[in-house]
């Protein structure tokens, strides 16, 4: 539907705008050697827990049809 193209519109230029400002912050690109691999290990475990939450709702409030 419209709405939600306008919605993906919408999250998709704050993603961009968020990493925008990250990769202008010149404290975080200089330092970015020493956030070291717990940075990296939070980043996908965070990526990883948003991916199963959102299948799980997906699949629990919004999936259509089924055997009922």
């Known amino acids: 539907s419209a709405a939600s193209d306008v919605y993906k519109r919408q ?3 704050l993603l961009f705008v968020l990493g925008l400002s990250i990769g202008s912050n010149s404290l975080i690109i200089n330092n970015i050697g020493k956030f070291g ?9 965070s990526i990883l827990g948003s991916l199963l939450a959102s299948f799980l709702v997906f699949h629990l409030f919004f999936k259509k049809g089924g055997n009922e």
């Not at 691999?37 to 475990?45: E, H, K, S």
């Open 37 to 45: 691999w717990q940075a990296i290990v939070l980043a996908t475990l």
């Open 11 to 13: 999250i998709f230029l």
